[in-house]
């Protein structure tokens, strides 16, 4: 029994409008796909990330794990970790590595049997979610009609975006209480758009409008500037971080700092699974509360093992992306439940989408120059071109 093969692919699918947040404007979203095959059984994971993940995993990670032990995967993981030291760990090698690991997991539970979640060992059967979007690009009428979308999926929570115009931020928060009303949570994301001074003076006007969830005032490697904001908001307003930590050193830093009051962690960024349990079990010995980060399809599963976990995000761009790119299951009614009858984590590539190279609803998914949805392998894919 060995690993057989490790393929990869890169999607990028554009946006329905262009989309911006505090610090960053996009027009697409690009997935690297992972699949490790070992008989006749084979386990997928993926990353948000450029397609220079896609690159380091066909000319580096590939060699390490193909024809290894697909059980052994600690073993792959510090091979793995070793392999990228010269390239840099974090970013864009914590991404590939990621969409390994979890193939690896995904492929560990279907050769047992199992569901992934009852592999790792479950805690819980179904996990709350938030939806989040409210893009800093809407406005108005738009925006409004956007947070009933994102309402639609039964949560009781629901995020926007602020910081790219402060100016403007007490409009978008007034427009969003009202379509929320008072029974409803609501929560806003700056991406680290804020001074230390500006997040303090915006924080009293979040107050105002009952928000309860600061994510990213300032820039999430700015220990020091979360840590007075904290400090200086009340008790109701919970400044968080996390959705950019690499690797367990980073987590480490920001529980030892106490700088969050709730810890955020991305599965397809961390280190994957192997990552992600590292830090499940610092937030446990920290008593740190803990929410997952954006690709509900891959945290569905370890979502139900995390016990400090208080909920994950549902986010508009890849809830939609996995919906065309993946055969698994959404959410019902705020929560967001695995499907325990299938074993490992229960998402693969649409058929069409492996045969084909498009995408089922491609009609919804235009690129530039009506092309369709194709995939490539690896180091072929030029960067910023639609794949």
């Known amino acids: 029994m060995s690993i057989d093969a490790v393929q990869t692919r890169s999607f990028t699918i554009p946006t329905e409008r262009p989309e911006s947040d505090g610090t960053l404007s996009w027009t697409s979203t690009t997935v690297v796909v992972v699949e490790v095959t070992s008989g006749d059984l084979t386990g997928v994971g993926y990353t948000y990330c450029s397609s220079a993940a896609a690159a380091l995993i066909e000319r580096v990670l590939r060699d390490v794990v193909a024809g290894g032990d697909p059980m052994a995967i600690e073993r792959h993981w510090w091979r793995m970790l070793e392999a990228v030291r010269n ?62 979308t994102l309402l639609e999926t039964g949560a009781e929570r629901a995020k926007i975006k602020i910081g790219r115009e402060p100016e403007r931020d007490p409009e978008r928060l007034a427009l969003a209480r009202r379509v929320l009303g008072r029974d409803r949570v609501l929560m806003v994301d700056a991406n680290g758009a804020y001074s230390i001074p500006e997040a303090l003076r915006i924080a009293e006007t979040l107050e105002s409008y009952e928000v309860d969830w600061f994510e990213e005032p300032v820039s999430s490697d700015n220990l020091v500037g979360l840590r007075r904001v904290r400090d200086t908001t009340s008790g109701s307003l919970r400044v968080t971080a996390g959705e950019y930590g690499w690797d367990p050193y980073y987590f480490r830093r920001v529980l030892e700092f106490d700088a969050v009051d709730v810890l955020q962690l991305d599965v397809t960024r961390c280190l994957g699974i192997s990552g992600a349990l590292r830090v499940i079990h610092a937030c446990e010995s920290h008593h740190k509360p803990l929410s997952f980060h954006c690709a509900p399809a891959m945290h569905a599963h370890l979502a139900c093992c995390a016990r400090p976990l208080i909920h994950c995000e549902y986010f508009f761009d890849h809830a939609r992306i996995e919906q065309i790119l993946f055969d698994q299951v959404g959410v019902t009614n705020g929560v967001l439940e695995p499907d325990r009858c299938r074993p490992g984590h229960g998402v693969k590539l649409r058929a069409n989408t492996v045969g084909q190279g498009k995408a089922e609803g491609a009609d919804i998914v235009t690129l530039q120059a009506q092309a369709p949805l194709e995939s490539t392998r690896g180091e072929s894919t030029p960067e910023g071109s639609y794949l």
């Open 87 to 148: 390239f840099g760990r974090e970013g864009i090698g914590a991404c590939a590595i990621s969409a390994v690991d979890l193939a690896l997991w995904d492929l560990k539970a279907k050769r047992l049997g199992l569901p992934l979640c009852d592999l790792l060992g479950a805690v819980r059967d179904a996990t709350p979610i938030y939806a989040s979007g409210g893009f800093t690009s809407l406005e108005g009428k738009e925006l409004e009609e956007h947070l009933h």
